[in-house]
């Protein structure tokens, strides 16, 4: 592991030295890299005995290594690598997302993306978890598309429409298709070939004032969830976000997503078969929601602070259902070149069968930034 990290840096290393070709090609790429640690602490360990915080467990969360440059006048190319946690004996660098935008030159002004990267659905799936102002991700996030995100092999085309004074995009992506059943643990082995998926974007940028603005969004988002019984899913995401900013001291950020998901299946998350009262297999179709909503403050520049509301259910069950309530504070010195993230959540489950369970949480995140990608961009 320790040779693949030093050689992949090498290689960075050298990209980044060489020397400048012609005018059209930049051979000296952006390149950042972003460790990020924690040190958290639960009530939850010893549940359902006695509710006792647990000592405070120091982990690395992840490195990010990130590169990115223009190819040429009209298209560039960004890859960004992943070292996770928290097992840096038997972790490895991995390939988080490759892919090329081109910006300019296309029929009817016409943005382009192809490769593997964040899809562009709601607002949060597009952020790195390291430029969020707070240390977990939101129950829905989690629950409908996994630790990754909704992050696969896709091609991309964008464009602005003609609404005036209003700046609208729509962009559609379609997908290899496999991210959803990857995250919720199915991998495909069928041997049939690629079932690809589609998502889509209406985005509206709304100016309020010579300090404030927001931008609306609807998303679309249907593919095939289970390769092997071929069930098919639904999601609609409506996602707005308020910023208002002063000046280069302070601002507001409010921020917030609606996700509801349909969708076919024969087995459940834990890959159980669904069944009647006969026992004999059956297919169900499941409705369910989830919504995250938060507010952040930054004030003197470096320092932030908020609170954030979850509620999710299940993907596979609306009667299994979570919440959470949360509050974070942060420090950004220096350029946000650092952040330190302080943030408490109580988080409450609710299973279809059995008692509902709560846990206390309290974590302190550490983020690093080498290079021009920074730890929470205001």
């Known amino acids: 592991m320790a ?16 020397p400048r070709g012609n005018a059209q090609t930049s051979f000296n790429p952006d390149i950042s890299i972003i460790p990020q640690f924690l040190i ?35 298209a560039r190319a960004d890859v960004v690598l992943a070292l996770s946690g928290p097992d840096l004996e038997t972790a490895s660098l ?7 935008t081109i910006v300019r030159g296309l029929p009817l002004d016409l ?42 092999l896709a091609i991309s085309a964008s464009v ?39 998502s889509g974007r209406l985005m509206s940028f709304l100016p309020l004032g010579e300090t404030s603005d927001c931008e609306v969004g609807l998303s679309a988002y249907t593919g095939i969830h289970d390769p092997f019984d071929r069930d098919r899913f ?15 001291y302070t601002s507001l950020v409010v921020q917030g997503e609606w996700l509801v998901n349909l969708r076919h299946a024969h087995r459940d998350r834990e890959l159980v078969p669904f069944t009647d009262d006969g026992g004999n297999p059956v297919r169900r179709s499941i409705t369910s929601a989830g919504m995250y909503f938060f507010a952040d403050y930054q004030f003197f520049k470096v320092y932030s602070a908020g609170g954030r509301l979850d509620w999710a259910e299940s993907p ?31 988080t409450r489950t609710t299973p ?17 930034s080498i290079g021009p990608h920074k730890a929470h961009p205001f």
């Open 94 to 100: 991995g390939l988080e997302e490759v892919y090329g």
């Open 160 to 198: 602005l429409l003609p609404t005036g004074e209003t700046y609208t995009r729509l962009n559609l992506d379609l997908l290899r298709g496999t991210a959803i059943g990857e995250a919720t643990g199915i991998d495909d082995t069928s041997g049939a070939k690629p079932t690809y998926a589609v």
């Open 352 to 368: 279809p069968r059995g008692d509902a369970a709560s846990v206390n949480w309290i974590g302190l995140q550490a983020v690093l």
């Open 111 to 152: 943005n382009a993306r192809f490769g593997k990267y964040r899809i562009e659905f709601g607002k949060l799936n597009m952020v790195h978890p390291h430029a969020l102002p707070f240390a977990t991700q939101p129950l829905v996030a989690q629950r409908f598309f996994g630790e990754d995100g909704l992050n696969d």
């Open 316 to 346: 596979y069950h609306a009667d299994d259902r979570a919440w959470a309530v949360a509050v974070f504070a942060g420090y950004y010195p220096v350029e946000e070149t650092l952040g330190l993230r302080l943030h408490y959540q109580h």
């Open 234 to 248: 639904w999601y609609a995401n409506l996602d707005f976000k308020y910023k208002w900013k002063p000046d280069s």
């Open 3 to 18: 040779r693949r990290f030093v050689l992949w840096t090498a290689v960075l290393s050298l990209v980044s030295a060489a």
């Open 40 to 74: 958290a602490t639960n009530d939850g360990e010893r549940l359902p005995g006695r509710r006792v915080f647990s000592t405070p467990d120091l982990s690395f969360e992840e490195l990010e290594l990130v590169a990115g440059a223009y190819v040429n006048p009209f």
